[in-house]
Structures are given as C-alpha cells and as structure tokens.
T-cell receptor, first 115, second 115 residues
Framework: DAKTTQPTSMDCAEGRAANLPCNHS???????VYWYRQIHSQGPQYIIH???NNETNEMASLIITEDRKSSTLILPHATLRDTAVYYC????????????????FGQGTTLQVKP | DTAVSQTPKYLVTQMGNDKSIKCEQN?????MYWYKQDSKKFLKIMFS???????INETVPNRFSPKSPDKAHLNLHINSLELGDSAVYFC??????????????FGAGSRLTVL
C-alpha cells in the first residue's frame, strides 16, 4: 500500500473550514483514499473515501489532486466536536481481497478546534 | 440499535488469567475484525473473519484466539494474559464489496488492563 504523510497537528477556529492535507505520492491506480477519525476514547469513525473524483457527504468533502498524489479533507464548518485524530489511509478496493479491511493507521493529524 | 457492540467496555484482570471479549454487529456485514490500540495509540489489525472464515491473521501470539459462531459475532479469547496485552481492543465490521469493503464500522472499544 502507498505510504501517506500527514501533518502531526493542526488548529482550527470553530465555525471555520478545517482543511487537512495528506500526501500519497506513491499511490497506485487502483488504490482509494480513505479518511477516518478517532475522537478521544471512542472507536475510529469512517468519514469519506474516493478514487479520483472529488467526493462530498454529510460529514466532509474530499478533494483529490488530478495526479492523485495528494488529497485534502475539508470539514466545512468545524465544531468543537470535530476535535479528533484524523487518519488518511490508502487501500486497494478489490472485492474479496485477502487484505480487505486491513487498514494501516499511521499517526494521523490531531485536529484541535478552538472556540 | 448500536451497530457494533462490544462487551465488556472495561476489563481489569491479573496476569495469567484467561479472558474473553465479545462483539456483535447488526449491520448485516460479511466481514468482522479485531484491532488493537496500544498505549502509544497505534491501531493495528489482529484478525479478520469473512462469513466465519479466518481471512487475516497478523503475527499475533497463539494466546489470542478469535472465534466466530456466526457472521454477526466475533469473540476474542485471550489465554495466559500478560502485562503487554494491556490495550484497547476494537471490533469492527464491513461489507465485502469493492471499495466499501474498506469502510469499517468500529465498536466503542474494550479497555483491557492486566495487573
């Protein structure tokens, strides 16, 4: 799997957009970008994923560069409840793959949303 | 209506004891997992089961034995507990289709403390 690089920590003012970058310069053509987060003392939570097109759901937007070597997770209006560690993970999305679901969690980005 | 539920949430026990953590999912997912989060907060996969069949078995000591009586349950039994087993154990589940196979729903975690 492609390696990902994320900043260790970021701050964001409440109500403002939080833009979390992720570099994955060795990503392969069949690898998806997944974002998860872990709020303190809770289990990881899936946020969004994409292959090459930008994606948006009720939680966030995912912007993937045209060369797919980097992506940005956008929380449009960050709240204090969005304070968490955010993980960018690159994985092949093949049905029945023996390694399906084997997510490699790095250190992630600790996002602190401040009032 | 909890999607992935684990019991117990907290477990404190002595070295050498045998303990079990239970996990149930009501999402109709085909695949279930156990992940371990150590004191340094790194999350790492231990096992995965697909329709009661072991798919992923990372280099986990033989003292750890997963058991899946049906595809909605995946229990983790640990024999001869050691101090180093102290961690938070997360159960998760996912569908077995394409990119969604890496969209995991995690439980709230079971914190195991070995004294």
């Amino acid at each position: 799997d492609a390696k990902t690089t994320q900043p260790t920590s970021m701050d964001c003012a409440e109500g403002r957009a939080a833009n979390l970058p992720c570099n994955h310069s060795t990503i392969s053509g069949n690898e998806y970008v997944y974002w998860y987060r872990q709020i303190h003392s809770q289990g990881p939570q899936y946020i969004i994923h994409g292959l090459k097109n930008n994606e948006t759901n009720e939680m966030a937007s995912l912007i993937i560069t045209e060369d797919r070597k980097s992506s940005t997770l956008i929380l449009p209006h960050a709240t204090l409840r969005d304070t968490a560690v955010y993980y960018c993970i690159v994985r092949v999305g093949i049905r029945g793959s023996s390694n399906t679901g084997k997510l490699i969690f790095g250190q992630g980005t600790t996002l602190q949303v401040k009032p | 209506d909890t999607a992935v539920s684990q019991t117990p949430k907290y477990l404190v026990t002595q070295m050498g004891n045998d303990k079990s953590i239970k996990c149930e999912q009501n999402l109709g997912h085909d695949t279930m997992y156990w992940y371990k989060q150590d004191s340094k907060k790194f999350l790492k996969i231990m096992f995965s089961y697909n329709n009661k069949e072991l798919i992923i078995n990372e280099t986990v000591p033989n003292r750890f034995s997963p058991k899946s009586p049906d595809k909605a349950h995946l229990n983790l039994h640990i024999n001869s507990l050691e101090l180093g087993d102290s961690a938070v154990y997360f159960c998760a589940s996912s569908r077995d289709r394409g990119s969604g196979a890496n969209v995991l729903t995690f439980g709230a975690g079971s914190r195991l403390t070995v004294l």
